[in-house]
Nanobody
């Protein structure tokens, strides 16, 4: 079974930065996407960012655009999420997981189905003012 291990979280002040890493154990990246997802207490899990196999095509939640950068190193089977200019609204448990997607005209298409994905324990990100 695939287990996705996210790490790198922590507590920072507003405006700070964190870099998260995702290593899917028992899984080698194939054509598709790896996404970052966030869930705060009392809120639904939401998609934050994702990246295609090519390491170029990405997507971002509107609130993450211009502040977050997702990248990957396929040789290391590692996906990263660089988060800058953090805000309290970014607080939550961050998970990474793979889902089916494709790239059409340079844009990622495909929706994650949470109940069909393999979730690891995640890593906590806390941003305080």
């Amino acid at each position: 079974q695939v287990q996705f291990v996210a790490s790198g979280g922590g507590s920072v002040q507003t405006g700070g930065s964190l870099s998260l890493s995702c290593v899917p154990s028992g899984y080698t990246y194939s054509r598709g996407c790896v996404g970052w997802f966030r869930q705060a207490p009392g809120k639904e899990r939401e998609s934050v960012a994702g990246i295609y196999t090519d390491g170029v095509s990405t997507y971002y939640q509107d609130s993450a655009k211009g502040r977050f950068t997702v990248s990957r190193d396929n040789a290391k089977n590692t996906v990263y999420l660089q988060m800058n200019s953090l805000k309290p609204e970014d607080t939550g448990m961050y998970y990474c997981a793979a889902f089916g997607c494709s790239v059409v005209r340079g844009e990622i298409v495909g929706r994650p189905y949470y109940d069909q994905m393999s979730w690891g324990p995640g890593t906590q990100v806390t941003v305080s003012s």
